[in-house]
């Protein structure tokens, strides 16, 4: 079936260090791919997407590539900073799970001043 | 806009007692809201999809004997957590897409529910 997988994390970070997340999947068509964010005490909220492969999305510094040879899907950003600190959940949609999201286990994010 | 709550945000309760959470869809309708489960450092995974007016769907494995969902209205839906068991403690998360979308990242997510049962 339809899965993501996650790096385990937490992933703890200075303020301006580089940032990556990886993710993988695993579906049956193509799915659409997205990345979640979870802040402290909210719900998750949609940080980007991509719907096809090379297809890059991108949001408030953050970007992801579909790659559809390596089936993942790794976000990004140049320079992180405090207010980055958040919970962030890779997921698909589509394939054989039509209609439905399938998330990855999410990964914390700790940037320090 | 697009905000949905979650009532309440946590709760205790004694083993065999009913639970009821609610969420909410404050500035838009929803005809389909999705109920999650989120278990420590695992992936939510979802229980069963909330269709006003009608019977939810439940995930392959899901109790719906043991999880009631009613979505009697176009901005509410309930999850009752029947006969709860610690088994049942939890994160529960829900989401609420907006009537007319039906892409798949049209969900909008509320803050979601910890439940403890002693």
């Known amino acids: 079936g339809d899965s993501v997988t996650q790096m385990e994390g937490p992933v703890t970070l200075s303020e301006e260090a580089f940032l990556t997340i990886n993710c993988t999947y695993t579906a049956t068509g193509y799915p659409s791919l997205f990345w979640y964010v979870q802040y402290p005490g909210e719900g998750l909220q949609l940080l980007l997407k991509?719907?096809?492969?090379?297809d890059k999305g991108s949001n408030k510094g953050f970007e992801a590539t579909y790659r559809k040879e390596t089936t993942s899907f790794h976000l990004e950003k140049g320079s992180v900073q405090v207010s980055d600190s958040a919970v962030y959940f890779c997921?698909?949609?589509?394939?054989?799970?039509?209609?439905?999201?399938?998330f990855g286990q999410g990964t914390i994010l700790t940037v320090h001043p | 806009g697009a905000v949905v709550s979650q009532h309440p945000s946590r709760v205790i309760c004694k083993s065999g007692t009913s639970v009821k959470i609610e969420c909410r869809s404050l500035d838009f309708q929803a005809t389909t809201m999705f109920w999650y489960r989120q278990f420590p450092k695992k992936s939510l995974m979802l229980m069963a999809t909330s269709n006003e007016g009608s019977k939810a769907t439940y995930e392959q494995g899901v109790e719906k004997d043991k999880f009631l969902i009613n979505h009697a209205s176009l901005t509410l839906s309930t999850l009752t957590v029947t006969s709860a068991h610690p088994e049942d403690s939890s994160f529960y998360i829900c989401s609420a897409r907006p009537t007319g979308t039906y892409a798949y990242n049209e969900q909008f997510f509320g803050p979601g529910t910890r439940l403890t049962v002693l």
């Open positions: 991509a719907t096809k492969a090379d």
């Open positions: 997921a698909q949609a589509g394939g054989t799970s039509y209609g439905k999201l399938t």
